[in-house]
């Protein structure tokens, strides 16, 4: 299965209680169409996260910089486009293995 099957079938799993099906392909197919993904992962001003537990996907992250940040643009600024936690844990625990999987990354960025 891919990672981007794996994100739409979480998302689903995620959203679905308490929205209709319909609501929920609505959402799927404007939010997260390949098209419109292939969009953003081509926007060099993006940068996107998958946090993993035992090789499953728990959560996804959307940073925005520059012109592509929704509402400040600012060239110095950082937007959190979407920040989603699929699993029943807080944000914070969802996101601490991810970051420490991927200090060196982070020192490269100098971040």
């Known amino acids: ?14 959203f ?9 392909t609505k959402y799927l197919n404007e939010g997260f169409s390949i098209d419109k993904l292939t969009t953003e992962l081509n926007d060099k001003n993006a940068e996107f996260y ?13 940073l925005n910089i520059g012109q592509s940040q929704t509402e400040l643009q600012d060239d110095k600024g950082l937007e959190i486009g979407t920040n989603l936690c699929f699993e029943r844990l807080p944000r914070k625990k969802c996101w ?9 990354n982070c020192k490269t960025k100098k971040c």
């Open 16 to 24: 679905s209680t308490g929205n209709t099906e319909e609501n929920m």
């Open 50 to 62: 998958f946090a993993t537990l035992n090789d499953n996907i728990i959560g996804y992250l959307k």
């Open 96 to 104: 601490t293995t991810t970051l420490r999987q991927d200090n060196s």
């Open 1 to 14: 299965m891919t990672n981007y099957r794996k994100l739409v079938d979480k998302l689903f799993e995620t």
